[in-house]
């Protein structure tokens, strides 16, 4: 990892200056409206989230549950593509626009529009629209590893990895050392939207990986829809990652400043 | 997709679950200790001569192994070469899938698991799944398109009476790649007590080497079938049709390494491959990342999946299993494109000529013999997957 990198990704930066309490909000691109993604990206940053991470909308998305996967839906219909994606994030960091989106921004999808796109490419369109990290799920770390991280690292890109109450121990090390930005910490083994509530056992694991005390910062995620569980979240880890919860509200409530600011102070409330 | 992976020498899958450019194992950090788990233990469980005895024992008493191999001898006229039929149709339930449940149950049994998940498309898997669920007492749930529940509905009622619950998917195009990504994410939300029998040769790694072997009865029989009747072990022709390619892989597999007998898959090309409705998936697809491998998939140049189309509920899948898509791109395997239209007059024609009503998906194996140019001499093995009994609606719709 070249150091220039460690100054540049604004990741590095958020977790250097702030390491508690982070809020990280998903949102799917081009959803409920092709042409939503930018405002919900600044609503976001208005409304003061620590971290966005943009859905890149799939056919197939088997890690999601319900409300993710029909927001993808949706967006295809609506016309969403990658390609787009990067032409609707374009500029926005661009100062002088007068309102420049400064927030750490992650794209979050699966790895086969990806590929499509070219792996080289898409790295080099996250650095010229100002992506600083992804997280593809279902692209395995053995192979990001063998085939992939340099190019990653080339454009400046972190590649964030899940683990779960089932990742081996050795498995945890490899991908804290591995890897850089934060680890996502899948709160039990599910699909997203479906966990309901914080068990003891999903404390016990919060309490294991704490103990591990790893390099990386770490960011609870499923199941985080309600300040309860925001607040036990934060008690564990640097902080959560709020997706359904997240869907659901835009549906009902819009993408108005206003909508996004209210959600956002619910969950830290 | 670059210079993914180390290049394979023969058709076997390498460590990492790689054949030639296609295969991985593209999952979700969920599935990975699941996966990881079957990786570790399926080559030494297969080995133990316990389990083999087991498996074979079931295949012979239980599933009425071995199939005969028929000479067809009205269609080897029609047709004008030596054609013999392997009778998978004739396997208890009436399809190839069993042979690969019947071993992915006693390796579930073996590493602990007390619950099964399953998809399935034409029905033929997910009977073969509740039939050995039934057998060994274990908690069955089946995920199948809504489309396909309704045009393979004998499939869903013999489901059901074998005591499984029958889920149906409701999202994208309400079929077999729906039906799978379902069964996946039931996997990830139960990743302990439950394995994921998956049906064809697609899946992560281990999962189409591990179909394979179990489905590779086929060929093993089928040599010395053929020993016995013609005196050679090895035909100029073996024909099978691919949905996903599990009763291809098992007619392929142990001629793989000769090639002087070509390897003849039949795809379902739908309505036509230019029509837009078709399932002809290396005719339509590219390489990508569909269920965890690396294979061949028909998808928008954005690189989203592609809903597929055929009148066979078994080849309405928008890609093949890693293991085709190597055959397909090292030229060993020859794919042929075969239209409903194609299909239906097949699976009459062999009615018939032979008193056989072969399943859809078959027939579309039967119908790729018509494409082939053959002489009198040449002796070829078809593939008789499944009977029709299930599709016996849509061939009503033609009868006249
Ligand atoms: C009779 C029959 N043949 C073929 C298939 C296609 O599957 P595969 O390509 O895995 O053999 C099916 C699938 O349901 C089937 O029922």
New binding site residues.
């Given amino acids: 990892m070249t150091q220039e990198l460690l100054t540049q990704n604004r990741i590095n930066d958020l977790f250097a200056q702030k390491s508690e309490r982070l809020l990280n909000v998903y949102f799917t691109a081009g959803f409920p409206n092709l042409g939503d993604t930018g405002t919900v990206l600044r609503g976001l940053q208005q409304a003061g989230v620590d971290l966005v991470e943009i859905g890149m909308p799939y056919s197939d998305p088997v890690a999601d549950g319900e409300t993710i996967q029909q927001s993808n839906m949706q967006a295809l219909d609506n016309g969403m593509t990658l390609k787009l994606l990067f032409e609707q994030l374009a500029g926005c960091r661009d100062e002088r626009s007068g309102d420049p989106v400064t927030v750490p921004i992650l794209l979050m999808g699966y790895i086969n529009p990806v590929l499509q796109f070219g792996v080289e490419a898409f790295c080099q369109k996250c650095r010229e629209v100002g992506v600083d990290g992804v997280i593809l799920p279902d692209l395995p770390l053995d192979l990001y590893l063998s085939e992939y991280a340099a190019t990653f690292r080339q454009y400046g890109i972190l590649n964030v990895f899940l683990i779960t109450p089932q990742t081996a121990e050795s498995r945890i090390r490899l991908i804290d050392s591995e890897t850089e930005g934060f680890i996502y910490m899948v709160s039990s083994a599910s699909i997203t939207g479906s966990v309901k509530g914080i068990s003891d056992t999903m404390r016990a694991y919060f309490e294991r990986i704490q103990a591990m005390n790893l390099k990386n910062p770490r960011l609870i995620g499923f199941g985080i829809n309600n300040p309860e569980t925001f607040e036990t979240a934060c008690q564990y880890a640097n902080g959560a990652i709020v997706g359904s919860a997240f869907i659901r509200h835009l549906q009902q409530e819009g993408t108005s400043a206003e909508s996004i600011r209210a959600f956002v102070q619910t969950i830290r409330a | 997709m670059e210079q993914l992976i180390e290049q394979a020498t023969s058709f076997e899958v390498s460590d990492k679950g790689f054949y030639g450019n296609f295969g991985g194992a593209f999952i979700p950090e969920m599935l990975y200790p699941n996966v990881e788990e079957l990786r570790q233990n399926y080559r030494q469980i297969m080995a133990d001569p316990a389990f083999q005895a087991e498996f074979y024992a079931l295949l012979t008493d239980y599933v009425g192994r071995p199939t005969p191999l028929f000479l067809a001898k009205r269609l080897s006229e029609d047709i004008g070469a030596t054609i013999y039929l392997k009778r ?2 004739l396997c208890h339930t ?4 069993v042979n690969n449940t019947i071993g992915q149950i006693l390796m579930a049994q073996r590493l602990g698991k007390k619950r099964i998940v399953a998809e ?6 997910g009977v073969a799944t509740a039939t050995v669920c039934a057998l060994m007492g274990l908690e069955c749930i089946v995920y199948m398109g809504s489309i396909d529940m309704e045009r393979q509905k004998p499939n869903v009622d013999r489901m059901r009476m074998l005591g499984a619950i029958v889920v149906p998917a409701t999202s994208g195009s309400q079929t ?1 790649k729906d039906a799978t990504n379902e069964a996946m994410r039931h996997w990830i939300n139960n990743p302990v007590d439950t394995h994921y029998i998956i ?4 899946g992560p790694h281990p999962y189409p080497d591990m179909v394979a072997r179990f ?1 590779s009865v086929i060929s093993e029989e089928t040599r010395r079938q053929l020993l016995d009747k013609e005196g050679r072990e090895t035909p100029d022709y073996v024909v ?10 098992g007619a392929f597999f142990h001629y793989l390494n000769e090639p002087s007998v070509k390897l003849v898959a039949a795809e379902a090309a739908g309505q036509g491959i230019a029509t837009g409705h078709s399932a002809a998936t290396t005719a339509l697809g590219k390489p990508g990342v569909l269920h965890g491998s690396r294979t061949i998939l028909m998808q928008t140049d954005d690189g989203q999946v592609t809903e597929p189309y055929s009148i ?4 309405d899948y928008p890609g093949i ?1 890693p293991l085709h898509a190597h055959l397909f791109e090292s030229g060993r395997g020859h794919f042929h494109s075969i239209t409903d239209e194609q299909a239906v007059r097949a699976g009459f024609k062999l009615s018939k000529l032979e008193g056989i009503i072969p ?1 859809l ?2 027939a579309h194996a039967l119908a790729a013999l018509e494409e082939l140019s053959m002489t009198k001499d040449d002796v070829v093995v078809v593939c008789l ?3 029709g009994d ?1 599709d016996l609606s849509t061939y009503t719709k033609y009868l006249d």
């Avoid at chain 2, 399935?120 to 898997?125: F, L, M, N, R, S």
């Avoid at chain 2, 066979?312 to 080849?315: C, E, M, P, R």
């Fill in positions: 998978e149709d009436g399809a190839h899938k399935t498309g034409a029905g033929q898997h077999l049906g064809s040769v697609v489905q099978a049709c691919v949905g996903g390619g599990s009763n291809a892989a066979s509920a078994g080849l299993g399943a998906e078959s997957s499944g009977r299930k």
